[in-house]
């Protein structure tokens, strides 16, 4: 069965203080490492995928990493805007090609 | 590119009454959708996975006969909450994904409250 644990459950930073949020997981046959973010009261909105141990996406103020255990997302200078939940989920090689979801680490950036 | 529309966003009825939420890709075709249900503070569950022409594959604990989903077209699927009860008040959120691809793309959500 896919797991995914997040980590820390919230995250305070002032406004500009970098960090990183953690994702480990195990998968039977990892597809897809996905990130999210989720502001309350909306759905989840697409961050990146990564597939492959070692690969690295950025977007903005945002870095996703991935091991083979464990994947992070740096968050460098981060702004109040950036406040929010973020979701890791996973996907494995089963035939449903379903996502399995972590609980979440919400992120509040003050000012 | 890849949105996902859901209507409505917001929907309040009465005990015992049918609820009918739409989820469009607008601008991709998806072969699969996902339904799914979010309670206050916590992450998301799924409920239920359609394919295009095809029944939909339900989750266990789910009941199939309660939340009727339809994949009628490579851009709209439906879920009908029927004879809703105030237990089945929550947070319906759909994806969508295109053949071939891997990342599913979310709609806003529908907040359901049943009296």
């Known amino acids: 069965e896919d797991q995914v644990t997040q980590s820390p459950e919230a995250l305070r930073l002032q406004e500009g203080e970098s960090s990183s949020l953690n994702c480990s997981y195990t998968?039977?046959?990892?597809?897809?490492l996905f990130w999210y973010r989720q502001d309350p009261g909306k759905g989840p909105e697409f961050l990146f995928t990564?597939?492959?141990a070692g690969e690295e996406k950025e977007k903005e103020r945002l870095k996703a990493t991935l091991t083979k255990k464990e994947s992070f997302l740096h968050i460098t200078a981060p702004k109040p805007e950036d406040s929010a939940t973020y979701l890791c989920a996973v996907q494995g090689s089963g035939s449903a090609r379903q996502l399995t979801f972590g609980s979440g680490t919400q992120l509040t950036v003050l000012p | 590119g890849a949105v996902v529309s859901q209507h409505p966003s917001w929907v309040i009825c009465k005990s015992g009454t049918s609820v009918k939420i739409e989820c469009r890709s607008l601008d991709f075709q998806a072969t699969t959708m996902f339904w799914y249900r979010q309670f206050p503070k916590q992450s998301l569950m799924l409920m239920a996975t359609s394919n295009e022409g095809s029944k939909a594959t339900y989750e266990q604990g789910v009941e199939k006969d309660k939340f009727l989903i339809n994949h009628a077209s490579l851009t709209l699927s439906t879920l009908t909450v029927t004879s809703a009860h105030p237990e089945d008040s929550s947070f319906y959120i759909c994806s969508a994904r295109a053949a071939g691809g891997e990342t599913q793309y979310f709609g806003p959500g529908t907040r359901l409250l049943v009296l």
């Open positions: 998968v039977s046959g990892l597809r897809g």
């Open positions: 990564l597939y492959s």
